[in-house]
């Protein structure tokens, strides 16, 4: 039987196909019904009472009706999916565990069984912007079934995310434990364009979060129940692998691990950084692209080995099925699976499949399994690169049929020709088709990943080719290495030389001058009318599909345009960013400059990757034109390196200090900025700046040489200007810095940073505890708000004591959120982002 019997539709247009495919309007509808409850919200009552009414109609209009039937019958299935979502999501049982999380972390004892393999994170690699060296972490779910109480073990339900200082090496999934930890409600945003936390973890249907120091007695695993479960035992197999690997692949074990395993703490976040960079991710995390190489090996050795098509077919569909359970249930896995199972059963049954049918049977199984997958970038990656592979790469990359005289002339060349020109066929197929899926997914990875990598364009066929060498090689040596290390050792040789050519084609990939470029997400309307017209080229015929082609180029000419860095206003805007212990302020002015003062925090450079540059790809910023460093405390400024990887900067300006504190994260940032040829300015008191017309600063702190003391006492105090309000920057001014600064009279500020996170030594209020009164940085400045960038939990009393005293409105960043004041003629207002407050600031109140 051939292929084309089997899989018709590949030699038919979408649009004849889809007369074969009945469980796409399903699918579609599903999908409909998951969108609205997403951004809509369905109550349930309301989707039980619609899902019913939809149904009753469809039945009773069935045999009279059947367009109106039809209707009837995709409503109730838009109706049950949104259901479906909402259920999945966000019901919770009257004793769930979220219901005894506070607001602040409360101790807790429970007992549960752990429903996932435990993840063991690798320690963070030696970094000098760390303010603390960290340690490796280990993350596990636990559905709870007991909370201890002072009545004794009451009955609880819900899952739990918990975090484990070390390595969680001696529970397993299945396991029934008892744990001690600090339960935390879940955390929503707390800054524009952040990652929802929140939302990531209700989708995965946990409810609140366990942290857990270390102690003898934290974790205690209460019965070994690991062999009672089937990802129990999918999880031994996966670290009898990992095993495998490390011993017989010393130097790419973590590679390794990643591609074949689908083990994705196997390397650290900057190994996954490069791949993710260069647009190659694709190629480590498990996807259908792994299943159809691993499925079309294992087929070819079936089939030399003499098993006839239908038996080695259900051995594949059998091994690809197992294979995407232990590898995680992906959903690119699951929809491999998935339609490798449904061509395997044609091919037994001797009857064609449809693709479009197929890929519909797909979608629904993966939204079956979770709802919320529709979602994710793998969900969605997935499934529009194979739609344009099948539809749209399949058919306008066929071969013509060859002429009579072509077909001659290939017939006189030498086997040598032949063998040349067909390599160069498929290496030119290939590069094409990387090429339609690079163009293709741009838009939708820049909107997930802030990334575009044109440099995946060439990295993409040889790593293709590798990759399938790899996984080939790899597979082969997990199979045969428990049985003799002879026959292992050049498949693990083979499997190492692949890996290690992966990694040197990324990292010097990367390097290439415009491999890759950062830049804010397009609008979500844009990318609809992208992905229509992707689908209008691929739906209609030649005549329709030049001039869709040529609205689609218009279309993207719009969206470069409606991209372009922002115009022109009449407001500046200032934004204090939460960022736990640290800081960072990002200044917009009128004119589109875009200045920060600070960009630091104890959580490291990753704080950079979660919510300062999020927060500006929120704002539509393309480029940073300077920078301020109050002081040369690493908490700071060690998010300076990744944001001059993520933005193009002006200059950096820094005090006169700066530079002369002997400290390894100060060498780092001088060598950065070096490398970088980024200019460095240096600022004094009594300096004025200016960024544009409408906005100055003034430069208050430090002088040129001192004072003595710790660098707080020499950090940037910056007063800014604009349309007759102020606000005052102060780094961690503490001491004599404090002294020499208040001894500057300036008018009351509006908007008041207080110095060195709000601690008390930089905030103390005067007079008796009992009567406190103004603190001298209070009286000196008289501000109307003043905002703490603190950690959480960091005690608050002290200033609402000193600051109130001067009728100042205090606001911490843990329970306000990023603080935005928008400066304008008409008036200063101030919005807390997490809570929602909003006023407008007047000297009168």
Not at 75 to 98: C, E, K, M, N, W
Not at 650 to 662: E, L, N, Y
Request: one cysteine or more; charged letters at 15%; proline letters at 8%.
């Amino acid at each position: 039987m051939s292929a084309v019997s089997v899989f018709p539709a590949l030699t038919e247009p979408l649009g004849r196909s889809l007369a074969h495919a009945p469980l796409v309007p399903v699918a579609l509808a599903a999908t409909v019904g998951l969108l609205v409850d997403r951004y809509c919200g369905v109550p349930q009552e309301g989707g039980v009472l619609a899902a019913v009414a939809a149904f009753v109609g469809w039945f009773r209009t069935r045999m009279t009706k059947p367009a109106v039937a039809c209707a009837w019958l995709l409503l109730g299935i838009v109706a049950t999916a949104a259901l479906y979502h909402g259920i999945y999501r966000q019901r919770f049982a009257p004793d769930d565990i979220s219901y005894w999380a506070q607001e602040r972390p409360q101790p807790i004892r429970l007992r549960g069984r752990l429903a996932e393999e435990p993840e063991r994170f690798r320690p963070p690699r030696f970094d000098p912007l760390l303010t603390v060296s960290r340690e490796a972490i280990s993350a596990g779910v636990i559905d709870v079934s007991e909370v201890e109480a002072a009545g004794g073990w009451q009955a609880a339900r819900g899952r739990v995310q918990v975090w484990v200082p070390g390595r969680w090496d001696d529970v397993h999934c299945g396991d029934a434990v008892e744990i001690v930890g600090q339960l935390v409600p879940l955390e929503g945003p707390l800054n524009p364009g952040q990652r929802d936390h929140r939302a990531e973890l209700q989708d995965r249907r946990i409810h609140a979060e366990v942290r857990v120091r270390r102690g003898a007695d934290a974790i205690v695993r209460l019965d070994e129940k690991w062999h009672a479960s089937l990802f129990g035992w999918l999880a031994t197999v996966r670290g009898w692998g990992r095993r495998v690997l490390e011993r017989t692949l010393p130097d790419e074990s973590g590679l390794a691990a990643a591609l074949l395993l689908g083990d994705s703490t196997a390397l650290d976040r900057d190994e996954w950084e490069v791949f993710l960079r260069t647009g190659v991710i694709h190629v480590l995390a498990i996807s259908g692209q792994h299943l159809v190489i691993l499925g079309a090996f294992l087929w070819l050795v079936l089939r030399l080995g003499g098993v006839r098509r239908q038996y080695a077919a259900a051995v594949v569909a059998g091994f690809l099925l197992a294979y995407a359970l232990l590898t995680g249930a992906r959903p690119s896995a699951v929809r491999a699976a998935v339609m490798v199972v449904v061509a395997s059963g044609g091919l037994m049954l001797r009857r064609p499949v449809h693709p479009a049918n197929t890929f519909a049977c797909a979608a629904l199984v993966v939204l079956l399994w979770n709802p919320t997958d529709l979602f994710t970038p793998g969900f969605q990656l997935s499934f529009l690169s194979v739609f344009v592979l099948i539809w749209g790469v399949g058919p306008w990359l066929a071969p013509r049929p060859p002429t009579p005289a072509e077909q001659l002339i290939e017939e006189t060349r030498s086997l040598a020709a032949k063998t040349v020109r067909t390599i160069g066929r498929a290496a030119g197929q290939l590069l094409a088709t990387c090429t339609l899926l690079t163009a293709v997914n741009t838009p939708l990875v820049l909107a997930w990943q802030n990334v575009v990598s044109p440099v995946a364009v060439l990295l993409g066929p040889p790593l293709v080719v590798l990759t399938a060498a790899a996984l080939v090689t790899g597979f082969v040596l997990l199979m045969v290495a428990p049985w003799s290390a002879a026959i292992a050792w050049p498949f693990a040789r083979l499997t190492e030389a692949s890996l290690a050519a992966c990694t040197w084609l990324v990292e010097h990939g990367e390097q290439l001058p415009f491999s890759h470029f950062y830049a804010p997400a397009p609008p979500w309307g844009w990318l609809v009318g992208f992905y229509l017209g992707i689908l209008g080229v691929i739906v209609f015929n030649q005549p329709q599909r030049r001039k869709i082609l040529i609205a689609l180029l218009v279309w993207t000419i719009i969206g470069l345009v409606v991209a372009i860095p922002p115009r022109p206003s009449d407001e500046a805007r200032v934004a204090f960013l939460a960022i736990g212990h640290g800081g960072c302020v990002v200044i917009e002015c009128p004119d589109g400059r875009v200045l920060l003062y600070d960009a630091g925090t104890t959580i490291g450079p990753p704080a950079v990757r979660r919510i300062i540059a999020p927060y500006l790809w929120h704002r539509g910023v393309w480029r940073i034109d300077e920078i301020f460093l109050s002081h040369a405390d690493v908490d700071h400024f060690n998010g300076l390196p990744e944001l001059l990887r993520r933005f193009p900067v002006g200059r950096v300006t820094t005090t006169p200090s700066f530079a002369t504190k002997d400290t390894p994260g100060v060498e780092a940032i001088l060598t950065t900025l070096e490398h970088k040829r980024v200019p460095r300015n240096i600022v004094r008191a009594g300096d004025r700046l200016s960024a544009g017309a409408e906005v100055r600063l003034d430069v208050l702190h430090p002088p040129q040489h001192g004072p003595p003391g710790s660098e707080n006492a020499r950090s940037m105090v910056l007063l800014l200007h604009h349309a007759h309000h102020t606000i005052l920057l102060t780094g961690d001014l503490e001491g004599e810095g404090q002294d020499l600064v208040v001894q500057q009279p300036i008018p009351p500020v509006d908007v008041f940073l207080a110095p060195h996170h709000g601690a008390y030594s930089a905030n103390a209020p005067g007079g008796h505890s009992s009567q406190p009164q103004a603190g001298r940085m209070a009286a000196w400045a008289k501000p109307r708000l003043v905002i703490s960038s603190q950690r959480p939990g960091a005690p608050t009393e002290h200033l609402h004591a000193s600051y109130g005293a001067v009728g100042a409105k205090v606001w911490d960043t843990p329970h306000a959120g990023a603080v935005i004041i928008r400066s304008h003629k008409t008036g200063l207002i101030a919005e807390a982002y997490r809570t929602g407050e909003r006023f407008v600031i007047t000297r009168g109140q």
